[in-house]
């Protein structure tokens, strides 16, 4: 029984996440903003009222939650706000930059001390985060946030692998959730393929950046 930590499972992917991890009899703690009916039943260890970008309530939380050892920590809350050069909104870019690149630093950081030999870190990313693989534009704060995030990935392999922990970026791919209006790939074969790849990773995967399925993307 692995034990896992998921941010922003109350929807979307992070909810599909907990729903695989619990289904192979794991033991799922979650921070979320809120709950849900459907959360519940399926997460006895959650802790709301936490939004990733509040560094007291991440901390608060972790303090909360004891010692226990981690196995694998999904940083998966995120956020997307659509823009393109015209439709530049500086405070949405910024609000990404908090969540989706800040918010899992301080998630790391609040709960490093329960990770150890073997834990695996994922950071979920976005293939929008390639500096080398774009080729559309647009999407500046979500691209700038996923890229900032990619490098906080990077950083953490060098510094935690030292003490044998494993850390990787992950694109999903396209999920259909409401971050893509459902289009896209249902989040329930995505989360079992993340899964499914997470449990199969290696220290010498730690630092790289993978589909789901386990395939580089480039940085
Ligand atoms: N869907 C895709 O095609 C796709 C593709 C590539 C990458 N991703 C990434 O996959 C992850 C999950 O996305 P999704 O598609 O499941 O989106 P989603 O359905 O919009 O769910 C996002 C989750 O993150 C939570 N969240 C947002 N801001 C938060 C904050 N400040 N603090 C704590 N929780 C927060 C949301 O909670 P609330 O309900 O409280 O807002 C929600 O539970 C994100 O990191 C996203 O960037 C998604």
């Given at each position: 029984?692995?034990?896992?930590?998921?941010?922003?499972?109350?929807?979307?992917?992070?909810?599909?996440?907990?729903?695989?991890?619990?289904?192979?009899?794991?033991?799922?703690?979650?921070?979320?903003?809120?709950?849900?009916?459907?959360?519940?039943?399926?997460?006895?260890?959650?802790?709301?009222?936490?939004?990733?970008?509040?560094?007291?309530?991440?901390?608060?939380?972790?303090?909360?939650?004891?010692?226990?050892?981690?196995?694998?920590?999904?940083?998966?809350?995120?956020?997307?706000?659509?823009?393109?050069?015209?439709?530049?909104?500086?405070?949405?870019?910024?609000?990404?930059?908090?969540?989706?690149?800040?918010?899992?630093?301080?998630?790391?950081?609040?709960?490093?001390?329960?990770?150890?030999?073997?834990?695996?870190?994922?950071?979920?990313?976005?293939?929008?985060?390639?500096?080398?693989?774009?080729?559309?534009?647009?999407?500046?704060?979500?691209?700038?946030?996923?890229?900032?995030?990619?490098?906080?990935?990077?950083?953490?392999?060098?510094?935690?692998?030292?003490?044998?922990?494993?850390?990787?970026?992950?694109h999903?791919?396209?999920?259909?959730?409401?971050?893509?209006?459902?289009?896209?790939?249902?989040?329930?074969?995505?989360?079992?393929?993340?899964?499914?790849?997470?449990?199969?990773?290696?220290?010498?995967?730690?630092?790289?950046f993978?589909d789901?399925?386990?395939?580089e993307i480039p940085?």
């Open positions: 029984m692995a034990r896992v930590l998921i941010t922003g499972a109350e929807s979307g992917l992070g909810l599909a996440l907990l729903r695989a991890y619990t289904d192979a009899g794991d033991s799922v703690s979650v921070l979320c903003r809120r709950t849900s009916s459907e959360l519940t039943p399926l997460a006895p260890d959650m802790h709301a009222d936490v939004d990733v970008t509040n560094t007291a309530a991440v901390y608060r939380a972790a303090a909360a939650m004891g010692d226990a050892p981690i196995d694998v920590l999904i940083n998966n809350a995120g956020i997307m706000i659509e823009d393109d050069i015209d439709r530049l909104d500086i405070a949405a870019a910024r609000l990404q930059f908090e969540v989706n690149a800040l918010g899992p630093l301080n998630v790391a950081l609040a709960f490093r001390r329960r990770l150890h030999i073997g834990s695996r870190v994922i950071n979920i990313s976005s293939r929008l985060g390639s500096i080398s693989d774009n080729e559309s534009g647009d999407d500046y704060g979500y691209r700038m946030s996923k890229a900032a995030q990619n490098m906080l990935t990077s950083n953490l392999a060098i510094e935690l692998g030292k003490e044998g922990i494993c850390v990787v970026a992950m999903p791919g396209i999920v259909a959730t409401e971050m893509t209006g459902n289009q896209g790939t249902p989040a329930d074969e995505v989360a079992g393929d993340l899964k499914r790849t997470i449990g199969g990773l290696e220290m010498a995967r730690s630092g790289s993978l789901r399925f386990g395939e940085w």
